[in-house]
């Protein structure tokens, strides 16, 4: 292995346990392998080969095992540090016995270091795997290296004539502590060597770190990429994300191609901008000539030099550390610049790497605590509250809480830091609950750190007092947007009084370039925006604070409602996933402009909003759409606009035959109805005879139905509209409900053609689920299933949560009437848990009905529990005014008869009261029991 590589976290699992608690690793590696492969690659295949027996062999001897390999690297981890030893003993001088001159020699190093470490996946992670390699790296060929820990545990058992050599403390690229290091000798093994390779006596002067770097392995190995073909890179970022650190082990790890070193230049106390070449020239020593600009003395000095050069915190003199870092780089061929600021330093040459906050799981439905630490700033978390307070763990039991603590922070180091710290005084519960105060609670940090460090909200303050005015009018504004937002929406909501559309697409530039807010490329022509969620609600305060929220607030609801509007209207001539695309990533943002117009500010622009839900909310989130529906309608007057009265009672319909509940839905259509009959606007006309035909249909009225949903799918061909889908399948339905199948299934095949060529995979999979309940209908349970399962994987493929319960509902009908009563189970179980989780009351009322028909229907009944659960039922669909379609009616009936075959009827009718006066917590107590 070259002696400028590292270990690297990952490697082939093992099939047996692993020593946990203290252990010792021993690492090793060849040096200087990297020529040889290139000289004779297979005589050196050769010499490894045999290298790795040997390798092997001494370790097993010894009692170690080794759990990884890379390459020519072994890592393998002991019980115990004499263990260790006799281990690196062995092998030194197996390797020594054997003959390896086809290759010129093996000269293996080697390093033994001792810790705890987290094991997980046959694996080993932590700063003390992370020494270990560290010490690895600073050691030569043959020679054997202990750790301080090591060398104490070892010393005790070592063997006779073996010795450890004091090579005194080292400085290791972790930039930690300095480690104690010594040397293991024994008869027979080389003893000179050249110096070791340190950053104690390497050319630089990083400071100390008092806490290891987590989180930015990958980071640290793309910036050094990049330095490796260009004379600046400039690590852009945000406040607290961890720039300075970042840069420090980028400069840590090049300290070996450069032979004049690496120099940190820390630019943050200096707040006079011609400081800034005094700060570079301290460093070097370089003094101040009466008769010559410092900057050529500077130039001068470093003009033959091979170094890296680090300009850190460059954001509050950035003119001026621009101007210095570009006549540096003219006149020094050889200097390399590792540059940090929150803006780039936009000079010819430069690449920006932007440095992002920390990676947090998006899901913690499945989250394994091993899986959750691979991620940075849950790593952080934990290693910087494990500081704070020796008795805390990430555990099964807190995982979510922990990832919810870093989501709220952003990811953002120091913010994650101030937090963690607060463990030693807080439960994780209390923390995550204190975090809408989190300027008053992120306030303990580092206390030799500059003030502007100390606290999250000095942190922000740093970078909002730099900014120009009209930056800060903008910054405030944008606090009024929840999530990411688009660009239309950010100048119509920024702009107001002096500031114009285009200055506050200047200003919005300018916040992007400072780090201030990020921006996000979707697609070819589409870019979003979002403000870190600390930097936003700094920003409200702001807000709150200049008296302002309520006109962005107003601003912000009206420019939504013309968006959503736009949206909606453009449902037709849209492909479904761009349409769809577009409507998530802006739903947070409907719900905030909901909540200020509904709540006391602008009632008819949230009525105009609301009126949109019924499409854009549809697959979402239709429970909530109906509520702020329903909320809209109560706020109807005499002011309120017909044509707004007729859409929010459209798209009251629409919700509430989504959610089954057919009675209000047919009522609301048929007032939609006859509003847009009165406004003369056909395509209302056609959505309300859908949705009442639709309602229809599923309340036993099928003549009726049908006619009104022919006469909109007329209306629908003649508008030219893509609508037809929809109706085809009401159609469909329809006619399975009066047995004709045949005609169903023309129905349903005509509904899939049209969904089809309008990319909608959502109402692709709809259908199938409504053709498997037409299969089922017409006596084919088995085929049902079929239909269903397939339809149920694209619901999966699309994460429609919602859709997945019901289908999973439906399923389980399937499968009670084929008399499949374990699987059945299963299906209904899993019907429960994802309908709690989507909040989809329709469909855990009928996972409940579906186990209540197991306890009845099974070889072994529970009928009891089984009619308690029933008669809950019936009274919770009656809450909700949800109709039982024919497949929930199916089974209700079987599951009345059965009970009524073994139950008196004065107990059954009881036991039926009795469940309909049930809470629902005890209700699924009975479910769960089932």
């Not at 000539?289 to 890296?308: E, G, M």
């Not at 204190?434 to 580092?446: A, I, Q």
């Amino acid at each position: 292995m070259d002696a400028t590589r590292e270990l690297a976290p990952n490697g082939p699992a093992l099939d047996r346990p692993l020593p946990s608690g203290l252990v010792f690793f021993l690492f090793t590696d060849i040096e200087g392998s990297t020529v040889r492969w290139d000289r004779d690659p297979e005589a050196m295949q050769r010499a490894v080969r045999r290298h790795d027996v040997l390798m092997r062999d001494a370790i097993e001897r010894a009692g170690g095992t080794v759990f990884k390999t890379i390459g020519d690297a072994f890592c393998a981890v002991f019980w115990s540090a004499a263990d260790a030893v006799a281990a690196a003993l062995g092998a030194q001088q197996d390797l020594a016995a054997e003959d390896f001159s086809e290759v010129g020699g093996v000269r293996v190093r080697m390093a033994i270091h001792g810790g705890t470490a987290d094991e997980r996946d046959s694996d080993y992670f932590g700063p003390t795997v992370n020494r270990v390699a560290r010490l690895l790296a600073i050691g030569h060929g043959e020679q054997v290296l202990l750790s301080g820990a090591a060398a104490e545990a070892a010393i005790a058992a070592l063997p006779g004539g073996v010795t450890l050599n004091d090579m005194g403390e080292h400085r290791l690229k972790d930039l930690t502590a300095p480690e104690r290091v010594f040397q293991l000798t024994a008869p027979g093994m080389r003893f000179e060597f050249p110096r070791l390779n340190s950053l104690s006596v390497r050319n630089n002067n990083f400071p100390k770190q008092l806490t290891s770097l987590v989180g930015r392995e990958q980071d640290v190995v793309d910036i050094v990429a990049l330095l490796n073909g260009n004379h600046l890179v400039t690590l852009v970022g945000t406040g607290g994300v961890g720039k300075t650190r970042c840069s420090l082990q980028v400069g840590a790890e090049l300290l070996d191609k450069y032979s004049d070193g690496a120099w940190f230049a820390d630019l943050a106390p200096i707040s006079d901008p011609a400081q800034v070449i005094a700060a570079i020239a301290a460093i070097f020593s370089i003094q101040e000539s009466a008769n010559r600009p410092l900057l050529d003395s500077v130039i001068a000095q470093l003009r033959t030099k091979q170094l890296v050069l680090i300009l850190d915190n460059c954001e509050h003199v950035i003119e001026a550390a621009s101007q210095t870092a570009a006549a540096l780089l003219r006149s020094c061929p050889g200097i390399v610049i590792l540059a940090t600021s929150r803006e780039p330093l936009n000079i010819p040459g430069e690449i920006v790497h932007r440095l992002p906050t920390l990676s947090i799981p998006r899901m913690t439905k499945f989250l394994t605590v091993p899986g959750a630490l691979q991620y940075g700033a849950v790593a952080l978390f934990d290693a910087r509250a494990r500081a704070a307070n020796a008795r805390f763990a990430v555990t099964a039991d807190n995982v979510g809480t922990v990832v919810e603590i870093c989501t709220r922070l952003d990811g953002i180091a120091l913010a994650i830091e101030l937090a963690a710290a607060r463990i030693k005084v807080m439960s994780l519960r209390d923390l995550a609950g204190k975090l809408d105060e989190r300027f008053r609670v992120l306030t303990s940090g580092d206390r030799t750190a500059l003030p502007r460090q100390q606290t999250l909200r000095a942190l922000i303050d740093w970078s909002y007092d730099g900014l120009p005015d009209t930056e800060k009018i903008v910054f405030r504004s944008l606090a009024v947007f929840a999530g990411g937002f688009g660009l239309r929406n950010a100048t119509a909501v920024c702009a107001g009084g002096e500031i114009d559309e285009y200055v506050a697409l200047d200003a919005i530039t300018a916040l992007v370039d400072k780090s201030m807010m990020t921006m996000e490329e979707r697609g070819d022509d589409e870019v979003h925006y979002r403000l870190l969620e600390s930097t936003r609600a700094y920003a409200r305060d702001k807000l709150v604070e200049q008296g302002e929220f309520d006109a962005v607030a107003e601003r912000h609801a009206i420019a939504y409602a013309a968006w959503a509007e736009d949206v909606e209207n453009e449902y037709d001539a849209t492909p479904t996933p761009e349409w769809y695309g577009r409507i998530d990533f802006e739903l947070e943002n409907v719900r905030s402009a909901l909540s200020w117009s509904l709540g006391g500010g602008d009632t008819l622009v949230g009525q105009r909003l609301a009126a949109t839900l019924g499409r854009i909310m549809l697959s979402f989130a239709a429970a909530e759409a109906r509520r702020w529906v329903t909320v809209a309608l109560e706020r109807v007057d005499d002011l309120t606009p017909p044509e707004i009265v007729a859409r929010l009672k459209l798209a009251d319909a629409l919700l509430a035959s989504v959610l089954n509940q057919f009675k209000g839905a047919l009522t609301s259509a048929q007032e939609a109805l006859a509003r847009f009959t009165e406004l003369g606007d056909k395509r209302g006309i056609a959505d309300a005879q859908r949705f009442a035909g639709r309602s229809m249909i599923r309340m036993g009225q099928v003549a009726e139905g049908e006619k009104l949903l022919y006469a909109s799918l007329q209306a629908y061909v003649d508008l030219g509209l893509h609508r037809q889908g929809g109706t085809l399948r009401d159609l469909a339905v329809a006619r399975s409900i009066e047995g004709d199948l045949s005609g169903a299934r023309d129905l349903f095949t005509r509904a899939l053609d049209v969904f089809r060529t309008s990319q909608d995979e959502e109402n692709v999979a709809l259908t199938g689920a409504a053709l498997a309940e037409a299969e089922f209908a017409c006596g084919d349970p088995e085929r049902a299933l079929i239909v269903a399962e397939e339809a149920l994987e694209a619901m999966r493929g699309f994460g429609r949560d919602r859709m997945a319960a019901a289908m999973l509902g439906n399923i389980a009908a399937y499968l009670i009437a084929a008399g499949l009563y374990d699987l059945a189970h299963a299906n209904a179980h899993s019907a429960l848990k994802e309908a709690l989780e989507a909040d989809a009351q329709a469909s855990v009322t009928f996972a409940l009905q579906h186990l209540a028909a197991i306890a009845a229907l099974r070889p072994s009944p529970d009928d009891e529990r089984a009619a308690r659960l029933t008669g809950f039922v019936d009274g919770r669909l009656a809450a909700l005014d949800v109709v039982r379609e024919f497949t929930e009616q199916h089974e209700y009936e079987a599951t009345l008869t059965a009970l009524r075959t073994r139950l008196a009827p004065e107990k059954l009718d009881a036991l039926l009261a009795d469940g309909r006066s049930t809470p629902i917590a005890r209700a699924l107590d009975w479910a769960l029991a089932i």
